[in-house]
């Protein structure tokens, strides 16, 4: 009777065995008691700079000025449309006055230009036929004044208009000028040559412009100027005037064309004496 009392006692130690449950259950509670520590020291590094952010956009907010108001689109188009109609304004009205009176002024105006191109034409025309019976004397006439020396220098420099367009330098190159002559061609347009000799100024022996006229008006083409080491007479300084060889670039000026071809060309004998 003591053995089987004695047996029963063990079989009920080892069916509780209660320190072998309290090791099984230790290690969960260890395992559920890290994982918080884990992530403690994280969420303060989120949490910081999350507070520190809306600080510092504040601070820049208040420094930034308020933004003005903008026009609306539409009123800015209308704007844009009346600056652009008062330029066409004064481009096609420059006198400033009545639109209307503007017009008619500029219509009489256009005929009494009309009228004057048909003159203009008329004399070209009268020209061509008076060049050509004057073309075999003035070829004579060329021949002989070549054998006087400085002929033609003296001849332009004495005229009271040309004098005060040439330059001291502009006379050092006139000097060299061995040939004037005016040529007028079938078509009426009107060439100037120049003829030089060797000189210090420019490499060319000869220049020349020529005038053309048409309906549409007045057009010039020259012959370029080679110009020897750097003497470029035409390059105005400060303080200079400007050089009479500035005529041979791409200017229609007509009071040098009246003088060189109807009082130079036609009576250099005149200006010769002077």
């Avoid at 000025?65 to 209308?78: G, S």
């Avoid at 009309?114 to 008329?122: A, D, H, L, T, V």
């Avoid at 006379?171 to 040939?179: G, M, P, R, V």
């Avoid at 007045?218 to 390059?235: A, F, L, M, V, Y």
Wanted: proline share 7%.
């Amino acid at each position: 009777m003591k053995n089987n009392k004695s047996n029963n006692n063990q079989k009920v130690v080892k069916k509780s065995n209660p320190p072998q449950q309290k090791q099984q259950q230790q290690p969960k509670q260890k395992v559920q008691q890290n994982k918080p520590q884990q992530k403690q020291p994280q969420k303060p590094n989120q949490t910081k700079p999350q507070q520190q952010q809306p600080q510092q956009t504040k601070s820049k907010k208040e420094q930034i000025p308020p933004k003005k108001a903008l026009k609306p689109v539409e009123k800015v188009e209308e704007e844009i449309e009346d600056v652009e109609e008062n330029e066409d304004t004064e481009t096609n009205n420059p006198l400033g006055i009545d639109s209307e009176l503007y017009e008619d002024i500029t219509k009489i105006q256009l005929e009494i230009d009309n009228i004057s191109n048909k003159e203009m034409q008329q004399k070209l025309k009268l020209d061509i036929e008076r060049d050509r019976a004057f073309t075999p004397f003035f070829n004579e006439r060329e021949k002989l004044l070549s054998s006087i020396p400085n002929f033609w220098h003296k001849v332009i420099t004495s005229h009271p208009i040309l004098t005060a367009l040439i330059t001291g330098k502009d006379d050092e190159l006139i000097k060299n000028l061995t040939n004037f002559k005016v040529d007028v061609m079938d078509s009426g347009n009107v060439r100037f040559n120049f003829t030089f000799k060797n000189n210090n100024f420019i490499k060319n022996k000869s220049i020349w412009k020529e005038y053309a006229f048409d309906d549409q008006g007045i057009s010039t083409t020259c012959s370029p100027i080679q110009w020897k080491n750097g003497n470029d007479i035409t390059k105005k300084r400060e303080g200079e005037d400007p050089s009479f060889f500035s005529w041979f670039a791409d200017q229609d000026d007509l009071e040098i064309f009246d003088i060189l071809k109807h009082e130079i060309w036609m009576f250099p004998n005149d200006f010769y004496n002077n």
